[in-house]
């Protein structure tokens, strides 16, 4: 009983396909569904070993609950009894908003969450806890309405809130990076800056939490997205269920999957720093690290001399401009490592590196792994759980911010 109307249902599907594959006695009852349906009938009508829920309405959930069937919840219902859940990790998602925020020079921060919402207050928890440990505050959206529960309706009701949102952005001191609690949110807080003709993302940057690439294309700008590491957390639910139905108990109640990594796109593509001449450099590394760039291309486009621009560098940003460029490129080759199966000469050519033993030696003197030992930890398969990835772990590698 998972959602396909959603990237986040569909990709805990890819992960219960992945254990289906490797566990062929597995027989999957499948049929399109959204988070609000209720029991379906063919729960009723045919004998199934063990199921495996995203419901969004609580009443329901401890309905299947109590019919005693194996059960395991992949959206936090918080039904009582021994029904394991496997969540996202929504504290390390918290961490990984603030870490980009402020990496992209960020000192005033924002958060708009659906009030009432699990997921969405331990988010927004999260992130004024972590906030704090740098020393600043966030500026929390006061929602009135209180939803205790259910995902769908708290979204319906923020399309109403659009005007009181774009009220509260304008009286925040900009630019402020804004933390939605997921895209859908992300969505509302950028109708409601074009409402007052606010700019994104020089005035408000805007960061999500889904990837949901629907969404994420309905943006104007385009959002930039956390993505959840939800293939794994399918997978790990089988794992469990497949137990159950053994007549053995869950080894956990409760299991908190890391996130993949922060999808940039325009929304919040900006260095938050009034020096122009930093924020062209920035801005160009971004663009053009893995096309080739070098410190020296770099310094002829911008007209400037290495010490002066060094300088800037190490006063704002913390890094060198040389291993910022190199930051910018590990990032797209654990990127590319994580999503797909290109060969590692294809991801040399994409991240603008010359060649495979130069990017193998810099990546395992980064990481402390080779890029195959990289790829084969975030695998999902048997005996595996997946593991943050090593650019967001090692998050001194490059000293600053990083």
């Not at 990237?7 to 959204?34: H, T």
């Not at 349906?37 to 729960?43: K, R, Y």
């Not at 740098?134 to 309405?145: D, I, L, N, T």
């Not at 999500?208 to 399918?234: A, F, K, W, Y």
Request: aromatic share 8%.
């Amino acid at each position: 009983m998972v959602e396909t109307s959603r990237a986040y249902g569909r990709g805990i599907c890819r992960g219960v396909a992945r254990f289906a594959e490797q566990n062929p006695d597995w027989l999957i009852l499948y049929q399109e569904r959204n988070l609000k349906e209720s029991i379906p009938e063919s729960l009723r009508k045919y004998k199934v070993d063990g199921i495996l829920m995203r419901v969004d309405q609580p009443g329901v959930a401890r309905k299947i609950v109590s019919l005693g069937i194996p059960t395991v919840d992949l959206l936090g219902a918080r039904v009582e009894g021994d029904c394991p859940a496997f969540l996202p990790d929504d504290h390390a998602i918290a961490e990984m908003a603030t870490d980009h925020l402020i990496d992209n020079g960020f000192v005033h921060f924002a958060f708009c969450g659906l009030s009432g919402i699990p997921f969405s207050d331990e988010r927004q928890r999260g992130f004024v806890e972590y906030l704090d440990k740098f020393g600043f505050r966030v500026f929390s959206y006061p929602s009135r309405a209180k939803h205790f529960g259910e995902i769908l309706r708290a979204e319906e009701h923020g399309f109403l809130e659009i005007e009181s949102i774009a009220n509260w952005l304008n009286a925040l001191p900009k630019p402020v990076g804004v933390f939605a609690c997921n895209d859908v949110r992300a969505l509302q807080v950028l109708q409601a800056c074009h409402l007052i003709s606010c700019t994104v993302p020089d005035h408000v940057a805007v960061l999500g939490v889904d990837n949901d690439e629907i969404i994420t294309e309905l943006c104007h700008p385009r959002l930039t997205s956390i993505e959840p590491d939800t293939l794994s957390s399918g997978y790990k639910a089988c794992l469990c269920l497949d137990r159950m139905m053994a007549r053995s108990n869950p080894e956990s109640l409760l299991d908190r999957t890391a996130p993949v990594g922060v999808i940039e796109r325009e929304s919040t593509n900006i260095i938050a720093t009034t020096d122009k001449m930093l924020a062209s450099a920035l801005r160009e590394i971004r663009d053009e690290a893995c096309d080739g760039l070098t410190v020296k291309k770099l310094l002829d486009h911008l007209h400037i001399s290495r010490t002066h621009l060094e300088a800037k560098f190490k006063r704002s940003v913390g890094r060198t401009i040389h291993d910022e460029i190199t930051r910018v490129r590990l990032k797209r080759v654990c990127q590319l490592l994580y999503s797909g199966d290109e060969t590692l000469a294809t991801i040399v050519r994409k991240s603008g590196y010359l060649d495979i033993s130069h990017l193998s030696r810099l990546f395992k003197k980064n990481f402390g792994i080779s890029p195959g030992e990289y790829r084969k930890r975030n695998r999902v398969g048997p005996g595996t759980e997946s593991k943050r990835s090593a650019f967001n772990v090692r998050r001194s590698t490059f000293g600053g911010r990083a």
